[in-house]
């Protein structure tokens, strides 16, 4: 009998032990479309349907994040309630949606995670594309990488919603998530158009557009993505300091070139642009030019750089992306730099740029 009891207290503890780890792991399946109408609006990114789908009637918008209305008793103000207010306007109460899965079906709270559609929208892609929402996207989960990727062109583009250059949201909804609950970053990032990824502190490295966030490197690595660093080695040439909205219209805007290594090299055919294989006006470097060990190369421009957000990419004579950096919002006079040169990038302006000399 104490044989056949220890079993069963056995099997009870094993039985239990599974639920929790079901309960606490992100639920995983192939993409589906299901049927439902909303129920109501939590905020920019969270709905609730009528009709369950897959057990559960709250749903978190995939592959977008909006600015927080509540996360631990603290808002991102206007920016938040702004999206709430757009996505009850796109969903009003009774609308007819389809509901989309994609590999992970739920999350460690249990909400669904879907792309909902109407009959004429996918509501993710709509919110990006007006300016309430950015695109966030976690691997697996990358169905509509294109659609939103071009979504937040046009919203930073116009000068939508977050991105209105008079006012832009200053601190990306997972920024203010990390900083409220006093937490490090903890997911690894990668860049979709390389598929090079950086650690979890670093991704500010990668433009928005281009960012894939992994729960863990081996993650990453399954993927298909390799470290930035390579074999260890640092890049030769390093983008260091980004001016893109000088003081007045007769003063330009500067892109900050450093070499970190202790050889000098050869900057012809290297390429400065902003949206990697999608810039308007690439600059081609004249052939001929050095830059010095541990030496600077500046190139000043005029109306470059959009001052409400943007991309800064150098590239290799054949294509290959050397280093990008993507800045939220700009600040009159003030530079975005690394600090110290080739170091992290800062995470505040800089009011005083160090145009071809050293950062501080």
């Known amino acids: 009998m104490r044989k056949q009891w220890s079993f069963i207290k056995g099997t009870r503890w094993l039985f239990i032990c599974t639920l929790i780890v079901l309960w606490i792991a992100p639920t995983h399946a192939h993409a589906a479309t299901y049927s439902s109408t909303i129920r109501s609006v939590v905020d920019g990114d969270t709905v609730h349907l009528n009709e369950p789908v897959l057990g559960s009637t709250k749903v978190r918008l995939l592959s977008m994040d909006?600015?927080?209305t509540n996360y631990l008793g603290k808002s991102q103000g206007k920016y938040g309630e702004e999206a709430k207010i757009e996505l009850k306007k796109l969903l009003p109460e009774g609308t007819p949606v389809t509901v989309e899965t994609d590999q992970t079906v739920k999350d460690q709270y249990g909400r669904l995670l879907a792309y909902i559609h109407t009959d004429k929208l996918d509501i993710n892609e709509e919110m990006v594309r007006l300016g309430y929402a950015i695109p966030y996207y976690i691997w697996p989960n990358m169905s509509h990488y294109k659609d939103y990727?071009?979504?937040?062109q046009v919203a930073q583009n116009t000068g939508a919603g977050m991105w209105d250059p008079s006012d832009p949201l200053k601190e990306m909804p997972f920024e203010f998530r990390l900083r409220i609950g006093k937490r490090d970053p903890d997911k690894y990032v990668g860049n979709y158009e390389t598929k090079k990824y950086v650690d979890p502190t670093q991704y500010n490295d990668v433009p928005i557009e281009q960012r894939?966030?992994?729960?863990?490197?081996?993650?990453?690595?399954?993927?298909?993505y390799t470290r930035?660093?390579?074999?260890?080695?640092?890049?030769?040439?390093?983008?260091?300091?980004?001016?893109?909205n000088p003081e007045s219209n007769t003063t330009k805007e500067f892109i900050e070139l450093y070499n970190p290594s202790n050889q000098p090299m050869d900057l012809g055919g290297y390429i400065i642009d902003d949206i990697v294989q999608g810039g308007s006006s690439p600059h081609t470097i004249p052939e001929g030019t050095t830059l010095p060990a541990k030496g600077f190369f500046v190139w000043e421009t005029f109306s470059y750089f959009n001052n409400n957000g943007d991309d800064v990419t150098l590239l290799a004579p054949d294509g290959k992306v050397i280093d990008s950096y993507h800045y939220r919002f700009s600040v009159?006079?003030?530079?975005?730099?690394?600090?110290?040169d080739g170091g992290e990038w800062g995470t505040a302006v800089v009011t005083t740029p160090t145009k071809g000399t050293k950062n501080q």
């Open 66 to 68: 909006a600015p927080e």
């Open 149 to 152: 990727q071009s979504a937040l």
């Open 212 to 224: 894939v966030f992994f729960l863990k490197e081996s993650d990453a690595k399954e993927a298909g």
């Open 228 to 244: 930035e660093d390579g074999n260890g080695e640092q890049p030769n040439v390093l983008i260091n300091e980004v001016l893109p």
């Open 332 to 340: 009159k006079g003030a530079s975005w730099a690394r600090i110290p």
